[in-house]
């Protein structure tokens, strides 16, 4: 066949096909994202962007009760813009129609939508927790919406998750975070309107993988400490990797015993936010609530930045200011100490509680009554989850009610006492009837040892016959606290030192040359 001819075939068979491909060509079908979908719920009082994908060019039109909004592609990505939304429990239509196509969204909610993330703690599910059974059976809430976002681990941020909502009920819960359910429930209950829960978690997560690279490449000391280090770690870990997968086929082919366990896989930064948080930006919600730090507590010093600049990172992406972000502080963990020591665990509930005080719109649920010392994931979540949304009716709702445990204020010396002030202290009180327990002093020689500790009105007088002159009290300072100061509202006080001497997970300084 001549050259010519060869040709002439080739340019048919192209025109052939691009015949066959030009319905396909032509115009795509509208899409939506992934977090629109039956059942969702809608937040209320804000704009609610609702965006998804089409071809460049072409008009969308977005209804949703009496609203009809019209968004143009650019890109290949629309978006359109509802006006405030008053709450409703009456299910409603979102429609979304292109020229091709027509996407009806059933049975859709107006009220409260939060965000809930975090590590292992705040991914265990219901099935899992306390009383399982006899709380899942209770779990039929047609106002409640659970949404969980898929694992995705991501070098780069994504645009889209995969997943649907679903009514809140015995099956849909069991493997819903148990954290998030119950959080969601007594916010619903409390406020008796439609509420929905998304959520976004992985265990053994370190807050880091939960930032964008950005916020991290901005600050020189995330920079050389998380960053930096990570090529080298990883390069490790495949090292290893190679180095147990030859020992075992060696081990396997003389049918000796060989080594199981894999080496543990190192956290790229940002990941998660790339894969888990990136793609529902910016899914109009209310707040989020966050369980998290166990996998930073060997660096609680770095944290007391960290976790506050992860605040603001998710914030300032979310474009909606300074939404409100209510926290878990680490539960009690590890043996019990016969005396008062120095506590990695006890560093990074600090750092948690300093967020609540440098932020706005920051609260925080204190558990340390909530705690086992063998298991870093204590069973009860109940507890967990509604002291989140006590945090969150006053900070999110306004609600004049009391949502914090007691708090230190000050310190002043009354010989050889310290009178220690506290806020949030109205019938303060020992729970269980007991004398004072957890309260530690010092003096000058930085040695704490245990303190007799009396409440007086809304203070506590702690003092110890082997320290005359004191200068400093510790309050449930340690990896597994035992204490038993609460108020009369219900709620455990608030950890705290009053000194501000080194950290132990401080950076330790340069070796001199």
């Not at 997560?205 to 998380?226: C, D, F, G, T």
């Not at 976790?307 to 474009?319: L, P, Q, S, T, Y």
Request: aromatic share 10%.
């Amino acid at each position: 066949m001549s050259p010519t001819a060869c040709r002439t075939r080739a340019v048919s068979a192209l025109a052939a096909a691009i015949a066959l491909a030009a319905p396909f060509l032509a115009s795509a079908e509208v899409r939506i994202h992934g977090l629109f979908t039956d059942h969702m719920v809608l937040q209320r009082n804000i704009a609610v962007p609702v965006w998804g994908w089409a071809d460049d060019g072409e008009s969308v039109t977005v209804t949703f009760g009496r609203q009809k909004v019209k968004a143009k592609v650019k890109s290949g990505r629309w978006m359109a813009e509802l006006s405030k939304l008053s709450a409703s429990a009456a299910p409603e239509k979102l429609i979304i129609e292109g020229a091709k196509n027509r996407i009806e969204i059933n049975d859709v909610l107006v009220g409260e939508v939060w965000i809930a993330s975090g590590q292992s703690n705040m991914e265990w599910p219901m099935s899992a927790s306390f009383d399982a059974e006899s709380e899942m059976a209770k779990a039929t809430q047609p106002l409640l919406r659970l949404y969980t976002v898929p694992k995705l681990r991501a070098m780069q941020p994504t645009d889209n998750v995969s997943a649907k909502w679903e009514q809140c009920g015995p099956a849909s819960v069991r493997g819903f975070s148990a954290v998030a359910y119950y959080f969601g429930r007594d916010v619903q209950k409390a406020l008796g309107v439609p509420v929905g829960v998304i959520h976004t978690s992985w265990g053994g997560s370190p807050a880091e993988v939960w930032m964008s690279q950005r916020v991290l490449e901005s600050n020189p000391r995330y920079k050389s400490e998380i960053l930096d280090p990570y090529p080298a770690a990883a390069k490790q870990y495949q090292e290893a990797t190679e180095r147990l997968n030859k020992e075992r086929d060696e081990a396997k082919a003389a049918g000796k015993p060989f080594n199981k366990n894999s080496p543990w896989a190192p956290w790229r930064p940002t990941e998660l936010y790339n894969g888990m948080i990136a793609p529902l930006i910016p899914y109009a919600i209310q707040g989020a609530i966050w369980y998290q730090g166990e996998s930073n507590a060997g660096r609680a010093e770095q944290y007391r930045s960290l976790f506050a600049d992860m605040i603001v990172n998710w914030r300032k992406d979310w474009g909606q200011g300074s939404f409100p972000f209510m926290l878990v502080q680490l539960a009690p963990f590890l043996a019990i100490k016969p005396e008062p020591a120095e506590s990695s665990w006890a560093e990074l509930r600090e750092a948690q509680f300093l967020a609540t005080q440098t932020l706005p719109k920051v609260g925080m649920a204190v558990i340390t009554d909530v705690g086992d010392e063998k298991d870093i994931h204590p069973k009860k979540k109940e507890p967990v989850g509604a002291r989140l949304a006590i945090a969150a009716r006053r900070i999110a709702y306004g609600q004049k009610i009391e949502h914090s445990g007691p708090q230190y204020r000050s310190m002043s010396r009354d010989g050889s006492k310290l009178v220690l002030r506290m806020d949030h202290a109205g019938g303060l009180k020992a729970a269980n009837g007991e004398a004072l327990k957890g309260f530690a002093i010092a003096g000058a020689d930085r040695k704490f040892v245990w303190a007799d500790a009396e409440i007086r009105n809304n203070t506590v007088v702690v003092s110890s016959p082997k320290v005359a002159q004191p200068v400093a009290a510790r309050f449930g300072w340690a990896d597994f606290p035992v204490v038993n100061l609460w108020n009369g509202d219900g709620l455990p006080a608030i950890p705290f030192r009053t000194d501000d001497f080194p950290m132990i997970t401080a950076p330790k300084p340069p070796a001199k040359k």
